[in-house]
Each structure stands twice: as C-alpha cells, then as structure tokens.
C-alpha cells in the first residue's frame, strides 16, 4: 500500500514462512486482493488500507465491519496501531531489510 522496502521484505518473508507457500507470499506483498483470503482476513486488511489512505473517512461503518468479522474493539486497536507504526518508524529510519529476508522460505 505504501511500498515501504523493509515491510514488503520482511513481511513477505513472514507470510512465506508462516505459510510454507512462497506464491501466497508473493502476492500478500503485491496484491492481497487477489490472495486467497478469508472474509474475515479481507476485512481486517481493508480496514488497514482505508486507515493508511483515507483516515479522515474512517466512520463507525468501518469499525462495525471489523465487529461482524469477528474482531473485538481491542483487536481493532492491534490492528490500526501494528499495521501504522511498523510502516511509519520503518520510513521515518530508512529501515532495510536483512539480507536473509529475501531468500527466506523460497
């Protein structure tokens, strides 16, 4: 979403690893919308996006929709804080990734 270089490799290499699917990994990291996910994952990641794109228009619409998937308001508090504050300090420090990072789980 925002094409922060540390997050598209490490956590590609998360999602590779976790998985054991390499592909799936691959397109977490390039397109998540085209990814085999659940209604719940989907709603998670949208809220994510829209948090990171529009968050002036974030509305209580938004949070119920995370409520109908299954999360608690304290899920949406992980979701909204993890997802912003690893990619922002990851920007804010030019962070790179290990080199390991990119043969990981291929």
């Known amino acids: 979403i925002n094409h922060c270089y540390y997050c598209l490799a490490a956590h590609g290499a998360a999602v590779r690893q976790l998985s054991g699917d390499p592909a ?44 109908e998937a299954g999360f608690s308001d304290r899920d949406i508090w992980d979701i909204a804080s993890f997802f912003n504050m690893s990619n922002r300090v990851a920007a804010a420090v030019d962070m790179r990734p290990n080199d390991e990072y990119h043969a990981m789980a291929r």
């Open 24 to 67: 799936f990994g691959e397109m977490m990291v390039m397109n998540f919308r085209a990814a085999d996910l659940s209604a719940r994952q989907k709603a998670m990641l949208e809220f994510a996006v829209k948090l990171t794109e529009q968050p002036a228009k974030i509305i209580e619409a938004d949070r119920a929709a995370l409520r």
